[in-house]
T-cell receptor
Framework: AQRVTQPEKLLSVFKGAPVELKCNYS??????LFWYVQYSRQRLQLLLR??SRESIKGFTADLNKGETSFHLKKPFAQEEDSAMYYC??????????FGTGTSLTVIP | EAGVVQSPRYKIIEKKQPVAFWCNPI?????LYWYRQNLGQGPELLIR????????DSQLPKDRFSAERLKGVDSTLKIQPAELGDSAVYLC????????????FGPGTRLLVL
C-alpha cells in the first residue's frame, strides 16, 4: 500500500536559517512526488514536483529512491515561507496520496 | 481566471440531513478530483473523474456518498444522510489530464455536522 509520511507536524526556524521538511514514502513502483503548499487563507497549490527538477521560491527537493525520501530544502528561510506544506505521491494508476502536512513557522 | 470554484464555502447541518457540494473546474480541465480533509490531516481522495467517467471511487463511502459529473464539466458531491464524522473540509481539484498532472485546488467547503 502507498503511504506518505511527514514526521514533523510543526517546524520552527529563524529567518535566514536553513530549513528541511522531511517526507518519506512507501511504494514499490516508480512514484511521482510533489510538494504542495498552503499559505494562510489561500488555497492549496503546487510548489514543486520531482520530475521538473527545478527550484521554486528557493526550495528544492531531491528524490532519493534508496531512502524513499523526498525532503524539501531551502538554504535561507524567509518569513513569507511560513505555511502548511504537504508532500504527495502519485502512483502509476494516477492515484494521489498526501501526507499529514508540516506547519512551518519562520521566526523573524 | 477564477480558478476552481466551489460552493458553498461553509455549511452547517444537523446529523441525518442531506448535503451537497458543487464544483466548477478550470475550463478545459478533463480530470476532476474530490478530496476530504479532516482536521490535522492531509487531503484524502474520494473520487476522480476523467471527463464524465468516475475512474477511481475506491475511497468513496458508497453507502452515503454519491457524486456525479454529468456533462464532464462541473460536479456535485452529495452526502445522505450526514453523520457527525463527516465534518471536514471537502476539496475539489482539477487538472488537464494525463499522468501526474498538476492539480489546481478550489477553496474548499467546510462542513460541520451537529
Amino acid at each position: 500500500a502507498q503511504r506518505v509520511t511527514q514526521p514533523e507536524k510543526l517546524l520552527s526556524v529563524f529567518k535566514g536559517a536553513p530549513v528541511e521538511l522531511k517526507c518519506n514514502y512507501s511504494y514499490s513502483g516508480s512514484p511521482e512526488l510533489f510538494w504542495y503548499v498552503q499559505y494562510s487563507r489561500q488555497r492549496l497549490q503546487l510548489l514543486l514536483r520531482h520530475i521538473s527538477r527545478e527550484s521554486i521560491k528557493g526550495f528544492t527537493a531531491d528524490l532519493n529512491k534508496g531512502e524513499t525520501s523526498f525532503h524539501l530544502k531551502k538554504p535561507f528561510a524567509q518569513e513569507e515561507d511560513s505555511a502548511m506544506y504537504y508532500c504527495a505521491l502519485s502512483n502509476t494508476g494516477n492515484q494521489f496520496y498526501f501526507g499529514t502536512g508540516t506547519s512551518l513557522t519562520v521566526i523573524p | 481566471e477564477a480558478g476552481v470554484v466551489q460552493s458553498p464555502r461553509y455549511k452547517i447541518i444537523e446529523k441525518k440531513q442531506p448535503v451537497a457540494f458543487w464544483c466548477n473546474p478550470i475550463s478545459g480541465h478533463n480530470t476532476l478530483y474530490w478530496y476530504r480533509q479532516n482536521l490535522g490531516q492531509g487531503p484524502e481522495l474520494l473520487i476522480r473523474y476523467e471527463n464524465e467517467e468516475a475512474v477511481d471511487d475506491s475511497q468513496l463511502p458508497k453507502d452515503r456518498f454519491s457524486a456525479e459529473r454529468l456533462k464532464g464539466v462541473d460536479s456535485t458531491l452529495k452526502i445522505q444522510p450526514a453523520e457527525l464524522g463527516d465534518s471536514a473540509v471537502y476539496l475539489c481539484a482539477s487538472s488537464l489530464g494525463g499522468d501526474a498532472e498538476t492539480q489546481y485546488f478550489g477553496p474548499g467547503t467546510r462542513l460541520l455536522v451537529l
